[in-house]
């Protein structure tokens, strides 16, 4: 049972890491994302994991202090953190499967949002998410022609950040379009943010079954000492003849 709680103590610093991930990651495309709520279950598996290390300490204490009540108490919690995690396995699948239509209604904004000359934050974002996944325009680099953006420059050309990273001497200029990357970033943001929503979901199925064993060893623990005698003689007041 000692392992099995230091195993809930580094699990509980992994939960937090992962959340934590979630959120830093889904700030670089919150952009082609606007439905907050899909960070619902990055804010649970942090609270699971603030919560798993203050359930380690409650179990530590009961082991050590061989309580009865607390070890009863800290498989309670466990079970709640238990059906939590289940949610959040639940709610990662069903968000996961929104991700390609929150794209899809975003996506197309956000392009012709786009200001190449005085960039918000808007505009930052398409320029990482182009170098960042070497892609360019939504499906591919001719979509850059329906922008506004593209209309008013007039030079036929797309953003720097389309360019190739390999290549010092791109311009952008659709007249060389072997220099752009040619995969549309669309399909890739969608990629990576269902990716993102998988490390939840199995973060939260790991840790599901790491809990379920420490519920199932401390219920042993408290059978075995219900039954024991010097046990049961502690609690009554009594002495052996």
């Not at 794209?103 to 000359?117: A, E, F, L, M, P």
């Amino acid at each position: 049972l000692t392992m099995l709680l230091c195993l809930l103590q580094a699990a509980a610093g992994i939960l937090c890491y992962v959340g934590a991930y979630v959120f830093i990651t889904y700030d670089d495309y919150d952009h082609f994302f606007e439905d907050v709520y899909t960070l619902i279950p990055a804010v649970i598996i942090i609270a699971v994991g603030t919560l798993l290390f203050i359930i380690g300490l409650i179990g530590c204490c009961a082991t050590i202090r061989e309580s009865r009540c607390g070890l009863a108490t800290f498989v309670i919690i466990l079970l709640l953190v238990f059906i939590t995690e289940v949610v959040v396995v639940v709610l990662g699948y069903i968000y996961r499967a929104k991700v390609e239509d929150e794209v899809d209604h975003s996506i197309r904004k956000v392009y012709n949002g786009y200001n190449g000359t005085n960039p918000d934050a808007a505009s930052r974002a398409i320029d990482y998410v182009q170098r960042q996944l070497r892609c360019c325009g939504i499906h591919n680099y001719s979509d850059w022609e329906n922008t506004v953006w593209f209309k008013q420059t007039k030079n036929n050309s797309v953003p720097l950040s389309c360019c190739k990273a390999a290549l010092s001497n791109c311009t952008g200029s659709l007249t060389r379009p072997m220099d752009l990357y040619s995969e549309g970033c669309e399909a890739l943001v969608v990629k990576k943010l269902q990716e993102i929503m998988m490390y939840v979901i199995w973060a939260a199925l790991a840790f599901a079954a790491i809990q379920l064993l420490g519920m199932l060893c401390a219920c042993v623990v408290l059978c075995r000492r219900s039954r024991d005698p010097a046990y049961e003689l502690l609690i009554t007041g009594g002495t052996y003849a």
